[in-house]
């Protein structure tokens, strides 16, 4: 059984940082094929960050970009979000999401994501 686990999350202050892991166990997962949701209270779900399908890129939600990085561990089948400059809006559950190779669709929709894990609140105080 595949098992996606985040860590990381928790309460800072506007302008701070926090760095969230998800480490995947039970298969192997290229973290090429992994990518971050997130939803805030009284919102759908939305596409943070993920890597293009060839791995040489990455894609970010218009609202993060230039204060997010997303990066892998291939070898821990691990994948991080570095986030900066955190804002008030930022505050949501963030979650982890893995897909088969096989699977086809843009990486920023969640429908192509075949496993999820459990979310990690992140809070960012004014």
């Known amino acids: 059984q595949v098992q996606l686990v985040e860590s990381g999350g928790g309460l800072v202050q506007a302008g701070g940082s926090l760095r969230l892991s998800c480490a995947a166990s039970g298969r192997t997962f290229s973290g090429v094929n992994m990518g971050w949701f997130r939803q805030a209270p009284g919102k759908e779900r939305e596409f943070v960050a993920a890597?293009?399908?060839?791995?040489?890129?990455?894609l970010y939600a218009d609202s993060v970009k230039g204060r997010f990085t997303i990066s892998r561990d291939n070898a821990k089948n691990t994948v991080f979000l570095q986030m900066n400059s955190l804002k008030p809006d930022d505050t949501a559950v963030y979650y982890c999401?893995?897909?088969?190779?096989?699977?086809?669709?843009?990486?920023?929709?969640?429908?192509?994501?075949?496993?999820w894990g459990q979310g990690t609140q992140v809070t960012v105080s004014s």
């Open positions: 890597f293009t399908r060839s791995g040489v890129s990455t």
């Open positions: 999401a893995a897909r088969r190779p096989s699977r086809v669709g843009s990486v920023m929709v969640e429908d192509v994501y075949d496993y």
